[in-house]
């Protein structure tokens, strides 16, 4: 059974994006001299879900879709396809769409945001791990990552990577209290 797995960038004060969904603060950061164990990471994921924002985002540009795997959009709106990726539009529960995705595939399913994609899943208790690259950048506002989780989630760390350009790669597990 593949795990569940947030894998996702954010500035110093917790944002992912500008306000405007502008994520061009992180291209000095993604400039090809670090993989940022991108790579490796993928060689497990079979699947990806996404909220509608970050979809229609990856539609404006291309090289951000995951051709590959198939992808899940989380809508409840009409969404054109992209040529040449594996996507299929979703409106129920995440619960529901962790059953589906498990019986479609051992692989993991990768988180790719948004925020509140995220945070929904890791607030249901599906989440089994959060790789979260923290940029020195501070944005002072914008969308944040964590949003309407609804309760306080412990987090055990599984490692710590930081990396020559300042930026620093935490990998934490939720701990799932009954």
């Given amino acids: 059974m593949g795990r569940i797995m947030g894998y996702i960038a954010t500035s110093l004060d917790g944002f992912i994006a500008r306000k ?4 061009s603060w992180l291209d000095p950061f993604t ?14 994921v079979g699947t990806a879900v996404m909220g509608s924002r970050t979809y229609e985002e990856s539609l404006r540009h291309p090289d951000r879709l ?9 809508t409840t709106r009409s ?20 059953s589906t995705i498990r019986q479609e595939s051992a692989k993991d399913i990768y988180l790719v945001g948004g925020g509140k994609v995220i945070s929904r899943f890791i607030g249901e208790g599906l989440v ?4 979260q690259f923290i940029v020195p950048v501070i944005l002072d506002s914008g969308i944040p990552l964590y949003t309407g989780i609804g309760r306080e989630i412990g987090l055990r760390r599984l490692n710590v ?13 939720p701990i799932i209290h009954s």
């Fill in 128 to 131: 089994d791990e959060i790789h």
């Fill in 31 to 44: 400039d090809g001299s670090e993989d940022y164990g991108y790579p490796e990471f993928m060689k497990n």
């Fill in 161 to 173: 990577v930081p990396y020559p350009n300042g930026v620093v790669r935490v990998r934490y597990s």
């Fill in 20 to 23: 405007d969904d502008d994520i």
């Fill in 79 to 98: 969404l054109p396809g992209a040529p040449g990726i594996v996507t299929e539009f979703w409106n129920r529960s995440p619960a529901d769409l962790v």
């Fill in 66 to 74: 995951l051709a590959g795997v198939k992808n899940y959009i989380l």
